[in-house]
C-alpha cells in the first residue's frame, strides 16, 4: 500500500480542463462570481419578498444596543432580556444596563479559573489536550448564558450611566491580547511552583498577586466597577426620580423580579444524544455560580417554549451559528437566501449533527427573540434583537425564517415552567460532562 497518497497528475489537470470547458455557461458564472463575490451571485432575490417584516406576536422594545467590537455578545443578550423588564415596569423605553460593569468581573472571573486550572493540571504536560486549550484560551470575552446568570447573581447589575463603555471595553483585541500573554506567562511560573513542590500557601499568595495585577490592568482598560451610586432619571412620562447610594446588588434585587433558577437551556445539538443533561465544567468559571448546563431536546422544544414565554411578555436569549446563511446589512436570517450549491452546481448541504461534528456549525453568537409570525398555528418567521448597533437589518433589528431556526439555533434560555413533561426529566438526569472542546463550548 502507497502510505504516501497519489498526486494530481498532469493527465488529471488535463481532464479537469477538458470538463471545465464543455459548457459555455461555466465561463459566465464564473465571471459573475470573480466579480462580485460568491454571496451576492447566489443570493435568491425571491426569498426577501417572503420575509415581510410583520409579526402576529411581537414584544414592545426600545433603540438597539450595540457591542461593537467585541465578543461580549453573550452578556448584551442576557442583559437585554432584563433591560425590558425595567423598561416596562418603570416607563424608561430606551433603558440600558451597564455591560461595562459586568465584562469586567468577567474578565476577572476567568482569570482566577485560569490560574486554578493551571495549578490543577500542572502534572500534565503542555503536550497534554486539556493543558493546551487552556493556555490556548486562558482568558477572551466570549461566554455563556450561564456565565451572565452567574455574574449578575454575585455581583449585581447597574444602569449604563453609571458605568459607561470605554475605547477598551468596545473594542477588546489589545487588553485581550495584554491578559492572554500575562496569563500565560504567570501559568508558567505556577506550574514550575507546582513541579518544585512549592506549598499550597505559597500559590495561593502568588495566584492573589497576580490577580491584584489582572485587577489593576482591568481598571485601567474598563475603568473601575462602582460600589455604589446613585440612579438618577425621568421616566416616559417626563417624570424625575433618584436612588442614592445604592450598590449594584441592591439595584438588582430592587429593580429587578429575576431568578436564574427559574430558567433553563435548552438545546438542539444532535450530534449529541437527545434527552440528556450535559455539562460544560471548563467554562462554569465562577465555581459557586450556575453551572453551564444543557438539556438537549428536539428543535420543536426550543421553538414551543421560546413561543410560550413570548406571549408572557419575555424575550428569549438564543444562542446560533450567526454567520451562515445571513446578509449581515439587511438582517436576515434565512436557510434559503443562498443558492450556492445550484451556484456551483455541487450538492453544499450538511446535516446539523455532521456540522456540529466537523466544525462547519458553531454556537457563534448569542441575541434574543422578541417576536413570531405565528401562521395557521405554526411559526414561519420571527423578529430578533441583535447587538450589533442599529446600522444592520431594520434599525437593529433582525428577520429569521422558521427553516433558519431549524438549522443554525442551538441553544434557547427559557423559564422551566414551559417545559413539556419529557423535557422536565432531562433536568433530573445525571449531567454528562463535556469536554473543552466540545461543539457547543
Not at 160 to 174: L, R, V
Not at 331 to 347: A, H, M, P, R
Not at 399 to 418: N, R, T
Amino acid at each position: 500500500m502507497n502510505t504516501k497518497g497519489r498526486d494530481i497528475s498532469e493527465k488529471d489537470l488535463a481532464k479537469f480542463q477538458r470538463e471545465y470547458g464543455k459548457s459555455k455557461t461555466n465561463r459566465i458564472v464564473a465571471r459573475a462570481v470573480q466579480k462580485n463575490g460568491i454571496a451576492s451571485t447566489s443570493e435568491d432575490y425571491e426569498m426577501q419578498k417572503k420575509l415581510a417584516r410583520v409579526f402576529s406576536l411581537e414584544l414592545e422594545t426600545g433603540n438597539i444596543s450595540n457591542q461593537k467590537n467585541s465578543g461580549r455578545c453573550w452578556l448584551f443578550a442576557t442583559l437585554n432580556t432584563m433591560r425590558h423588564q425595567f423598561a416596562s415596569k418603570y416607563k424608561v423605553k430606551d433603558f440600558e444596563l451597564s455591560e461595562n460593569y459586568n465584562s469586567f468581573y468577567d474578565r476577572l472571573e476567568k482569570a482566577n479559573h485560569f490560574y486554578e486550572s493551571v495549578i490543577r493540571t500542572a502534572a500534565l504536560p503542555f503536550s497534554d489536550r486539556t493543558v493546551k486549550n487552556l493556555f490556548d484560551f486562558p482568558d477572551d470575552d466570549g461566554g455563556q448564558w450561564a456565565n451572565a446568570a452567574a455574574l449578575v447573581e454575585k455581583y449585581g447589575v447597574v444602569p449604563k450611566s453609571a458605568m459607561p463603555e470605554t475605547f477598551n471595553s468596545e473594542k477588546t483585541s489589545e487588553i485581550s491580547a495584554v491578559l492572554a500573554r500575562k496569563l500565560r506567562k504567570d501559568g508558567i511560573l505556577l506550574r514550575k511552583f507546582v513541579t518544585e513542590g512549592k506549598s499550597s500557601e505559597i500559590l495561593e499568595t502568588t495566584k492573589n498577586k497576580f490577580l491584584t495585577e489582572v485587577y489593576r490592568m482591568l481598571v485601567y482598560a474598563f475603568g473601575e466597577p462602582p460600589a455604589k451610586f446613585d440612579y438618577e432619571y425621568r421616566n416616559d412620562d417626563k417624570k424625575y426620580f433618584i436612588d442614592q447610594n445604592i450598590t449594584p446588588k441592591e439595584f438588582f434585587k430592587k429593580y429587578f423580579e429575576w431568578n436564574f433558577a427559574d430558567y433553563v437551556c435548552l438545546s438542539n445539538a444532535p450530534d449529541h444524544k437527545l434527552n440528556e443533561l450535559y455539562e460544560l465544567p471548563s467554562q462554569s468559571y465562577i465555581h459557586s455560580g450556575m453551572q453551564v448546563t444543557f438539556a438537549n431536546t428536539i428543535i420543536d422544544s426550543l421553538k414551543s417554549t421560546t413561543i410560550a414565554q413570548l406571549k408572557d411578555g419575555e424575550a428569549v436569549w438564543f444562542g446560533s451559528d450567526v454567520g451562515k446563511d445571513s446578509d449581515r446589512k439587511l438582517g436576515i436570517l434565512s436557510s434559503e437566501l443562498y443558492k450556492k450549491s445550484e451556484l456551483f452546481d455541487v450538492d453544499l448541504k450538511l446535516g446539523k449533527a455532521d456540522r456540529l461534528s466537523t466544525g462547519d456549525g458553531t454556537v457563534s453568537h448569542a441575541m434574543a427573540i422578541v417576536g413570531v409570525d405565528i401562521v395557521e398555528g405554526v411559526p414561519v418567521k420571527w423578529k430578533v434583537e441583535n447587538s450589533w448597533g442599529d446600522k444592520y437589518g431594520e434599525k437593529g433589528y433582525f428577520i429569521m425564517s422558521d427553516d433558519w431556526f431549524d438549522q443554525h439555533v442551538y441553544e434557547v434560555i427559557v423559564k422551566k415552567q414551559y417545559l413539556n413533561e419529557n423535557d422536565s426529566k432531562i433536568l433530573s438526569k445525571q449531567a454528562i460532562k463535556m469536554e473543552p472542546w466540545d461543539s457547543l463550548a
